[in-house]
């Protein structure tokens, strides 16, 4: 099991920083496309794309050793809960707004925390617990608007649940990237993970992708892959393993508190009306957290 590098933990916070604004773009970018193509057949081309700019970059920039081909099951269950978590957004964001789909990823860092310690004997302190609890509720104030009757009246649709499931799988991932990586580079992880989560989507939705008709599919369709593929992808697996080898899984999972509000504003470039100046309310809350977050000092170490 690979601890977690002393004297790195900022740059953790600053990848996790970047991970959760290229994220967000997915969920405001994502739903143009997930109606255009299945989505088992959208997240393979994402994963064999993704996979083929990670592995240049990595025998391009770094020392790729044999030892990092030692037990290669490692790699098949990371991109086998990376797969799940990926058709499962596509199908949920068939029928999921953008926003409620983020509200639904704020789940997420307190089921990582249960995974952290599960697999790797994390502690929570009262420090961290509280501050995941004001992420949550800064979070679901951005997702709501500062509207406590909107809050009230929010239902779960199918799109949201469907969500949840492959939430689950995401908050493992996180975890089980320290658990399983035995010292090789992130970019060297993060291309087995890829390359082996290729595999799994390219058997699961094999007659998907045959019956697609990738041809007739418009422009907007491959520059919105474009971004999934360079951004939301290659580049995010690779900070989101970084930070992972560096930070607790809870912290690591905490930085999904700013996606909600990272998705209003990618909605507001995208021509989504301006939130409400309450809204700012809940951008502060998340604000405190990941400060609370932030203060080392008086953590118990993590085993």
């Given amino acids: 099991m690979t601890r977690a590098r002393p004297g790195s933990a900022w740059a953790g916070h600053v990848a996790m920083l970047a991970f959760s604004a290229l994220i967000a773009g997915s969920f405001s970018l994502g739903v143009l496309i997930a109606p255009m193509a299945d989505p088992a057949a959208l997240s393979a081309v994402r994963f064999v794309l993704a996979a083929g700019v990670i592995g240049a970059a990595a025998f391009a920039t770094t020392p790729v050793r044999r030892s990092a081909l030692t037990a290669p099951w490692r790699y098949l269950v990371l991109g086998l809960l990376l797969s799940v978590y990926f058709v499962l957004m596509f199908e949920g964001l068939k029928t999921a707004d953008p926003v409620s789909a983020a509200a639904v990823l704020t789940l997420t860092p307190a089921m990582a925390a249960g995974f952290g310690w599960l697999l790797l ?157 309450i809204v700012i309310v809940g951008v502060g809350l998340t604000a405190l957290a990941l400060l609370l977050l932030l203060e080392t000092g008086r953590d118990r170490p993590t085993r």
């Fill in 121 to 277: 004997g994390q502690h929570l302190t009262r420090r961290i617990a509280m501050a995941l609890a004001i992420g949550a509720l800064g979070a679901l104030w951005v997702i709501f608007r500062g509207n406590p009757g909107a809050a009230l009246r929010f239902e779960i649709g199918p799109g949201e649940a469907i969500y949840f499931l492959g939430c689950v799988a995401h908050a493992a991932y996180t975890p089980m990237v320290r658990r399983l990586n035995r010292g090789e580079p992130a970019l060297v992880f993060t291309f087995g993970t890829l390359l082996a989560g290729s595999g799994v989507l390219l058997l699961w939705g094999l007659a998907a992708i045959r019956q697609t008709d990738w041809s007739a599919l418009p422009a907007l369709f491959w520059i919105v892959m474009g971004y999934l593929v360079i951004c939301a992808t290659a580049t995010s697996f690779v900070l989101l393993q970084f930070a992972s080898l560096r930070l607790p899984a809870s912290k690591v999972m905490a930085y999904t508190y700013l996606v909600p509000s990272w998705v209003i504003l990618w909605q507001m470039a995208l021509g989504s009306p301006h939130p409400p100046a």
